[in-house]
């Protein structure tokens, strides 16, 4: 009995193995996760990337330079002689799984060359990040233009996404919630899916067509705006058009929208961008909404990275890329 369950545990792994290289050849899903070394906490616990790092995140080799921000390669050189657009955002903005050369910022360093691009993003910042870090404005040399990316999970002000607790219960997605965070609390499960995210692409496939994770997170953020009316989003707008029209500095706005939404560009799946939109126009702020440019798309769900709920394909780097060069 022994030998028997001995020989299916080893045939059972051979299986696996073998399912795992057939996934990894034909890259039915993307790998996520960070490693050691490319972000560490400075002042007020911001968290931003290590100065002149380089390593390896959501499965591409990326590169930072002396500021911090992404660049193409090590040793990367901006040109003082041309003037600077700094980019704000988060990991959508910072090209998460993709080549630098290859997200939208990369794509625009390449195609305008007279212009510098200092891609200021970083993976989790929210509003209380950007804040913080609005200083970064006065640290580039030549600064005409400031393009802010928003996607639709800048509203929060920390990692809590919404207290249920307070307010009206959303049964299914607090009962989703409570599931999560009870595995989230068990150490063993929570490295263990940290160490599987970022090296099995089985592992992402399997987890991506079962929980539905596009799903699961726009559910969190629709109910987040439907019960809030962003007063730290208009609080960070206001310092920064503020802090722009002082500067005598050119202030773009683009609205990016998640995955989940494109399948269904309805009036409620859109409340989040119409309340942007408002928030947007009565402080006069220059932006453009792109929601719509994906939902538009005949494979919107091509737009975006494999099971994940906004960053960006190389495929929609590309089209973002093609929208936002007409704003330059």
Not at 78 to 91: A, C, L, Q, R, T
Not at 100 to 106: D, M
Not at 179 to 196: G, Q, S, T
Not at 243 to 253: A, F, Q, Y
Request: with cysteine; glycine share 4%.
């Amino acid at each position: 009995m022994k030998k028997i369950i001995l020989i299916n545990i080893i045939v059972l792994i051979f299986i696996l193995i073998f399912l795992e290289l057939i996934a990894n050849f034909f890259k039915i899903s993307n790998l996520m996760g960070i490693e050691p070394g490319l972000i560490g906490n400075y002042k007020n616990n911001i968290h931003r990337m290590i100065p002149n790092s380089s390593g390896i995140h959501f499965g591409q080799k990326i590169f930072i330079d002396s500021n911090g921000y992404r660049v193409p390669y090590k040793d990367y050189e901006y040109n003082d002689s041309n003037n600077s657009v700094s980019i704000i955002g988060d990991s959508t903005a910072f090209g998460n799984g993709v080549r630098e050369e290859n997200t939208f910022v990369g794509r625009l360093r390449k195609d305008l060359i007279n212009w510098n691009f200092y891609n200021t993003s970083v993976p989790g910042y929210q509003i209380r990040h950007f804040k913080e870090n609005l200083e970064t404005i006065d640290n580039i040399n030549n600064i005409k233009k400031v393009f802010y990316f928003i996607t639709l999970n800048d509203v929060f002000d920390s990692s809590n996404i919404v207290d249920l607790s307070k307010k009206k219960k959303n049964i299914v997605t607090e009962t989703q919630n409570k599931k999560v965070d009870f595995l989230k609390n068990i150490k063993i499960i929570n490295e263990l899916n940290a160490f599987l995210r970022s090296k099995s692409y089985l592992y992402m496939y399997a987890k991506g067509i079962t929980t539905d994770p596009s799903k699961r997170y726009f559910k969190n953020i629709l109910i987040h705006y439907g019960k809030n009316d962003l007063e730290e989003m208009i609080a960070f707008l206001n310092q920064l058009r503020e802090k722009t029209v002082k500067k005598n500095i050119k202030l773009k706005i683009f609205i990016l929208p998640y995955e989940f939404q494109t399948r269904n560009c309805n009036e409620r799946n859109l409340l989040p961008q119409n309340k942007l939109n408002k928030i947007l126009l009565d402080l006069k702020i220059d932006f453009v909404d792109y929601t719509l440019n994906f939902c538009n798309y005949k494979n919107p769900k091509s737009l975006f990275y494999k099971f994940d709920p906004m960053h960006l394909s190389k495929k929609g780097h590309s089209f973002v890329f093609n929208l936002v060069k007409n704003e330059m």
